[in-house]
């Protein structure tokens, strides 16, 4: 997990599908993506590898197939 001051200067986006505030967002940071509560900002954040990140996607993609 990240500290919330490292977050300050990164761009983080949420899903276009979200309602109010029940999602989560997500941001690119050096090397790693990172996820946070869009409800709890300066809550924790969970940081994942590249590798990691594309591999989430490979599933989601074939999961929705």
């Known amino acids: 997990m990240t500290k919330p001051q490292?977050?300050?200067s990164l761009l983080w986006k949420k899903s276009s599908a979200?309602?109010?505030d029940a999602?989560?967002?997500v941001a690119q940071g050096q090397e790693?993506?990172?996820v946070r509560d869009s409800k709890?900002?300066?809550g924790p954040v969970l940081a994942?590898?590249?590798t990691q990140?594309?591999?989430f996607q490979n599933n989601?993609?074939?999961w929705q197939l």
């Open 6 to 8: 490292q977050q300050d």
């Open 18 to 20: 979200s309602r109010d």
């Open 23 to 25: 999602c989560v967002e």
């Open 32 to 34: 790693m993506m990172l």
């Open 40 to 42: 709890d900002p300066q």
């Open 48 to 50: 994942f590898s590249m």
């Open 53 to 55: 990140w594309k591999a």
């Open 60 to 62: 989601l993609y074939w």
